[in-house]
């Protein structure tokens, strides 16, 4: 059974500061999705992770991920309050019609200024 | 907008009352997901769908029942409505065969079971 683990779960920062969210999984995948959500919203799709190594930047946000370590980072930099939402990686598994996502159980971000 | 419309976007039911929640959408799209949002747990699948009448249990399917007779349509039934089925429901859509485009998600439904 694939377990997705997000750490740390609650992140509060100051605005103009940087850090990192990380994304651990259990078993061998080969795409990571990034994703947004506000509260009371739906889910935003930020970035999609392809292959090993991949790393893909928008705005302060820059994903990346090691299929090898299985692991994915959302970076941020220099918070402002506009990033406070949760952000959830999920994981594909499965093949061909039995494919679907797994997802972390998200890291709730405040943005203070 | 990825065309895909949930009903009802509220409900509240009582336990032991059968529910029906419907995702829509507009596109064609042959992949279609149900999942559950609680704290703590993120989004856990219920059951997906490959095509009419194709469909497979996801990770807590228990308690739940779907339907896909026509493509736009996917329902998620509740037989028998519990206080642990308060929830709140999201509905995804994959576009194309592959994984290079991530799920489209519906607007959800925030159901209330007392």
């Known amino acids: 059974e694939l377990k997705v683990e997000q750490n740390p779960l609650f992140l509060s920062m100051q605005e103009g500061k940087n850090y990192t969210i990380y994304c651990n999984y259990s078993?061998?995948?080969?795409?990571l999705y990034w994703y947004r959500q506000d509260p009371g919203k739906s889910l935003e799709s930020l970035f999609v992770?392809?292959?090993?190594?991949a790393v893909k930047q928008e705005g302060r946000l820059m994903a990346s991920l090691d299929t090898k370590a299985r692991l994915s980072t959302l970076h941020i930099t220099a918070a402002v309050h506009d990033l406070s939402a949760t952000y959830f990686c999920a994981v594909k598994i499965g093949e061909t019609s039995g494919s679907r996502l797994t997802f972390g159980e998200g890291t709730q971000l405040t943005v203070n200024p | 907008d990825a065309g895909i419309t949930q009903s009802p976007r509220h409900k509240v039911t009582e336990t032991g009352t059968p529910v029906t929640l419907r995702c829509h959408q507009t596109?064609?799209?042959?992949?279609m997901y149900w999942y559950r949002q609680d704290p703590g747990h993120g989004l856990r699948l219920i059951h997906y769908?490959?095509?009419?009448?194709?469909?497979d249990k996801g990770e807590v399917s228990d308690g739940y029942s779907v339907s896909r007779s026509k493509t736009e349509d996917f329902l998620l039934t509740l037989e028998s409505a519990t206080s642990s089925q308060t929830s709140v429901y999201f509905c995804?859509?994959?576009f194309g065969q592959g994984w290079n485009s991530p799920l489209h998600f519906g607007n959800g439904t925030r159901l209330t079971v007392t």
């Open positions: 078993t061998t995948s080969d795409r």
């Open positions: 995804a859509i994959r």
């Open positions: 769908s490959y095509g009419v009448k194709d469909t």
């Open positions: 992770l392809l292959s090993n190594g």
């Open positions: 596109e064609n799209h042959r992949y």
